[in-house]
Every structure is written in structure tokens, then in C-alpha cells.
């Protein structure tokens, strides 16, 4: 089945429960391996500052998620 411009949420980044810090988060190799597919991911955390996900790891999570079809 292909996946190509499939769309994925990831709901959590995180390190920690309630916690912004990012720095550990395995959810960031996920989100690589993702990609690599040509996936298109959306992330969705409350918790982490989206400028510091910006300028640390090149991309901003999105403040409300998407219903898909």
C-alpha cells in the first residue's frame, strides 16, 4: 500500500510528562524515519515552546489538529 503524501499526527514530543524539554524525545527519530517515507507529520504538544522547536529541530508543532477524511 502507498504511503506517499499520507498525513500522520504525532500527539506528544516531549521528553517527559509535563515537561517541554525536548532534548531525549525518541518521538524526533520517529518523526525522521517518517519523513524519509515522504509522509507528511503534524505534532501536536501543548508543552514544548514552538520557536525553540523551530531554530532546534526545523519544524513548529500545530496548535489545533486536523480532522482527516
Not at 1 to 29: Q, T
Not at 35 to 54: K, Q
Request: proline share 7%; hydrophobic share 45%.
Amino acid at each position: 500500500m502507498p504511503v506517499d503524501s499520507a498525513r500522520v499526527l504525532i500527539h506528544g514530543l516531549a521528553f517527559k510528562e509535563n515537561c517541554p524539554d525536548l532534548r531525549n524525545s525518541h518521538e524526533l527519530d520517529v518523526i525522521a524515519e517518517l519523513r524519509d517515507f515522504f509522509l507528511a507529520v503534524d505534532v501536536h504538544d501543548t508543552w514544548i515552546n514552538p520557536e525553540a522547536a523551530r531554530a532546534g529541530y526545523g519544524f513548529a508543532p500545530v496548535q489545533t489538529p486536523q480532522a482527516g477524511l
